[in-house]
């Protein structure tokens, strides 16, 4: 199938297209990555004792000022444990579920492709993770640059995921890759991912609005129970759909810097 440069409106209307073909692969990985980081979520809380200094600062937070300074810094650290912990899981989990989600838009519209979209996402995990490391590094020295050049290299870099799902480069060539796409598209893509992220952001408050009749009616552990759960999974769903936007994004970059193409995803 050939790829066209498509302009920024057609862009967002070929996200929901790419929706269509792609939600079925991409449904039961999304909602597994999901469940396994709740499950992996609670039990970084529950080992840090996270929980329960969260309902200490909810419901008595003057307890803290009577605690002794090594006490306060024990609470602190366990908190600080479990905060990290979740981020780590965090990103291994959004990490697949974004290669597979960009590996499956990219073979909707591959020829003569069958690689499989979900075993493709764990043997290019590496890659990705090292690339992400490279990222955040670069980004963090930015930030402490005047905050500017880091969300300009935050920008440039954005579409190194796609890169290495669909094009299978290497750490260095994928950041490359990203930049080469993105200059002279800047504002763009600034544009585009903001309005995908504010979508995706808006439908994860949705997801949330179940659970407040419970609320209302006093059902209040059963309410957040149920709050979680659905997040859980709903956010599991929200990432997929974020991540096929952004490629949808990355393909159009592509045929814009290249000129019109035939996708031919790596093996």
Do not use: C
């Amino acid at each position: 199938m050939e790829i066209q440069p498509r302009s920024f409106g057609d862009s967002l209307g070929d996200v929901v297209a790419n929706l269509g073909k792609v939600w079925r692969p991409l449904l039961g990985p999304a909602i597994i990555a999901s469940v396994v980081m709740g499950m992996l979520t609670i039990f970084a809380f529950e080992t840090t004792d996270s929980f329960a200094i969260f309902e200490l600062v909810l419901d008595n937070p003057e307890a803290l000022e009577f605690m002794s300074d090594d006490e306060l810094v024990d609470t602190l650290v366990r908190l600080g444990t479990g905060i990290m912990l979740v981020s780590l899981v965090s990103t291994v989990v959004y990490g697949f579920i974004y290669l597979t989600a960009a590996r499956a838009v990219g073979k909707a519209h591959a020829i003569g492709n069958d690689a499989p979209v979900v075993g493709a996402a764990i043997r290019l995990f590496p890659i990705w993770l090292i690339t992400t490391i490279m990222v955040g590094i670069a980004v963090i020295a930015g930030l402490f640059l005047l905050i500017i050049p880091g969300i300009w290299l935050a920008i440039m870099f954005n579409m190194y995921t796609p890169v290495i799902a669909v094009e299978g480069k290497s750490p260095m060539a994928a950041l490359r890759r990203s930049f080469e796409l993105v200059k002279g598209y800047f504002w763009e893509t600034v544009g585009f991912l903001l309005i995908v992220g504010l979508i995706g952001g808006a439908a994860g408050q949705l997801f949330q609005l179940v659970a407040i009749p419970l609320f209302v009616t006093g059902e209040a552990s059963f309410a957040f129970g149920l709050a979680f759960a659905i997040g859980v999974v709903g956010q599991g769903l929200i990432m997929a759909a974020i991540a096929v936007g952004t490629t949808t994004w990355y393909l159009n970059l592509r045929a814009r810097t290249d000129g019109p193409y035939l996708v031919e995803m790596s093996d």
